[in-house]
DNA sequence: CTGCCTTTTGTGAATTTTCACAAATCGCTG
DNA sequence: CAGCGATTTGTGAAAATTCACAAAAGGCAG
């Protein structure tokens, strides 16, 4: 089947599920056509269905979120963010989806719907794919009307957001009278939680989640900034809540980490709180957790929370502090200078044994060395630099100032 | 042997060696004045003396090293410092010192000399005190004349000392001129000390030490103030340095608490220096060391010196900073909980185990608690908040955040 | 090259730590 | 008081650490 260029000019003005009708009897099937938020806008009145997404889709005005979950999963929207062209999506019979043909309506590099081909009656080949492209392009301004006013809302809402960021409002019953008139719902708890990638396109990877809860988000150049509630006033679960948003930050990443080329994903989060005149602090410790990554990046693998940081916490005003009194811890710099003198790794050996928590075997297996010959660095560094690694003292500060050492001058800001 | 009130004031304004032979006469022994430092001032001219003691006092102009140590060290000159009356000596054959009778020349509180009188010809009974306690007091004018001006300069070299400790000098170029017009010989590297006893005459006790070595030193309430020299340029040999500095600091602590009722008494010392300016740094450093002993007494029981305080260095930094920024460890709050709601010792549990450098037989014998015990609520611990003993950095977090915990809070300051 | 020193690796025994399991104690609740 | 859960202590075996000693390898000066 084709068609002559500017068949659709005659639904220009008409009414938007005549053109899905339109398009429905051009390739003999079944159309939905959505916004870029899956909320149906218009669907062909071709006869019934058996398809039991296309079904669910229309009684519940939205496509439904197991179906959005799964399209994501295997990168279907990814592919309809990025191409121009039609996608052609094989049959989920797990979730009731058939076997469909799908095109983004977008608006230069804005999506702004999409145009769902259900292929019921008769396969839909190549050759339609024009057709879709065509109905795709005007269906544009019908949409941009649609979404204007949603826009300037959203709009509104991450400016209000940045300026909870920022700290601009101090006044609890401000926040809360500004925020119910742009209708963002506050949780009573909360945490700002930064992901950060190289991919540009960072929030479309993470839009289904973005969606689905709702949630308050900006980005940032490369940051995504977003509040994330939870619903329970006990303190005492927060570990749980706590657990949830990890494996939420972990499933998002591993998605990024999948659709990134160089793989580089990392996230960071605050503390709790529920003054939302707090929510610049749970930024700014969500942001501090994200310089830490940056600059320990072996050791702070498996840290996304600030609560989490352990030493790092502070280890920044530490430094600052050290390098503005001359500090320079004499041990390291004479283990360093031997090390120099004599070809040795002193200084590595002593750094993964404190960092292996005083476990000879582990740090042996780190280094790649044999456990005596650990035994024996050790003996000779305990010497070399007059220590006792039993002292706890010694040990603190001997595992501090080597992470210290690690941190770019701070006497040159 | 007896003698009238008033018989020495014939001697008043002659000379002082008169004053010797006079005391001589009476008690039919040789006599020796000295000043405050024991140099000596005036000597009997009886004949020809068999005591080698005497004859080394006269021909150095001084009371040997070796008599000094040795009467320091066996109490006489506490006697003699806190007593009117004066002391009868026991003979010390080792060091060549027969037996003898000294008395202190005092003004008000400030002992200015001694008069010494050898029983070599006949014994000197208790009757003869009085003689020793008129010679004294008739003596004390001729000193005062002859110590004013020693104690002029005295008294200005220790305001110097104190402009050099509280930093009042920045050029090295004029602190040098200022020591040479002084007679004020500053060492090429040195290192400022404080040694503090609830004793109110510490430094009596610490005379004959100060004198040895003619250091600079001041008193501050309870506080001695001493700058020590350690003559060596070579960084190498600081090590054996500093453990001379903690020899002498051992000795002298240990003679303090001999000589305390309390047996309270305590020593901090600075960094090694060569520019004269940073003297104000090492005694700060010192005095820093001194609050940090204050506040944890136990944990630093054979800390003296700053570049040994470890994580002490900057744990009241980081107190003051955390309680700014309202951090609690939520951990120990929740350890502290359990403690209180379940009658258990899991905060002191884990601060012995962290204490202990993770040695768990120690650890538990510390507790007085069996090692299965231990290992029990350590498992326990990890239970309830949530943590990995086996991390080194959750492990050093939790114990700096105890140390902290131990502190006074700041925001009150 | 030899001799000397430092470093690495190997071996084996003594000691310590870890772990699983069981018994006893204790406070608390129904 | 019986029963429950938390805690303490005991026992024994497996695993890890510590220690002493020795052999081998490597660099370096004479």
Redesign the interface.
């Given at each position: 089947m084709s068609v002559q260029p500017g068949y659709f000019d005659q639904f220009q003005h008409a009414d938007i599920d005549e053109l899905a009708d339109a398009i429905g009897d051009l390739l003999q099937n079944p159309i939905t056509i959505e916004d870029a938020d899956h909320k149906l806008i218009a669907y062909s009145s071709h006869g019934e269905s058996t398809d039991l997404a296309r079904r669910s889709t229309i009684m519940g005005r939205r496509v439904p979120e197991k179906v959005l979950t799964r399209l994501w999963k295997d990168g279907v929207f990814q592919q309809l963010l990025t191409k121009e062209d039609p996608v052609h999506i094989p049959p989920k019979e797990d979730i009731g989806l058939g076997r469909r043909v799908a095109i983004a309506i977008r608006k230069g590099t804005d999506v702004l719907g999409y145009i769902w081909a259900q292929e019921e009656n008769q396969p839909i080949t190549e050759k339609d794919d024009e057709i879709l492209r065509q109905a795709a392009r005007v269906a544009v301004p019908r949409l941009v009307q649609r979404q204007g006013k949603r826009k300037a809302e959203e709009q509104r809402r991450k400016e209000f957001f940045w300026e909870l960021l920022l700290g601009n409002h101090t006044s609890e019953s401000f926040i809360k009278r500004k925020a119910e008139s742009l209708q963002v719902e506050l949780p009573a708890q909360y945490l700002i939680c930064v992901i950060e990638a190289e991919e540009t396109r960072l929030e479309q990877y993470l839009y289904p989640l973005l969606l689905r809860d709702k949630l308050l988000w900006v980005m940032d150049g490369a940051q995504l900034i977003l509040l994330i509630g939870l619903n329970s006033q006990g303190g005492r679960e927060n570990?749980l809540l706590l657990r949830k948003v990890e494996q939420f930050l972990d499933d998002s990443l591993e998605k990024l980490v999948d659709h990134t080329p160089h793989g580089k994903a990392t996230a960071g989060y605050g503390k709790i709180y529920s003054e939302y005149s707090d929510i610049v602090r749970s930024y700014r410790e969500a942001l501090h957790v994200l310089e830490v990554k940056r600059l320990f990046f072996e050791?702070t693998r498996q840290i996304k929370g600030y609560?989490q940081l352990?030493?790092?916490?502070?280890l920044r005003?530490?430094k600052s502090?050290?390098d503005a009194e001359g500090?320079v811890n004499?041990q390291l710099k004479t283990l360093a200078a031997y090390d120099q003198d004599n070809q040795t790794h002193l200084l590595e050996t002593l750094e993964t044994y404190?960092?292996?928590?005083?476990?000879v075997n582990v740090a042996a297996q780190h280094l790649h060395i044999h456990i005596n010959t650990l035994n024996y660095r050790l003996r000779r560094i305990e010497e070399i630099i007059?220590v006792d690694?039993?002292?706890?003292?010694?040990?603190?500060?001997l595992?501090?100032d080597l992470k210290l050492n690690k941190m770019p001058d701070t006497t040159g800001k």
């Open positions: 570990a050791e609560h352990g030493i790092y916490r502070f005003q530490l502090w050290s500090y004499e404190l960092d292996s928590a005083g476990k007059q690694l039993d002292d706890q003292n010694q040990r603190t500060s595992y501090l």
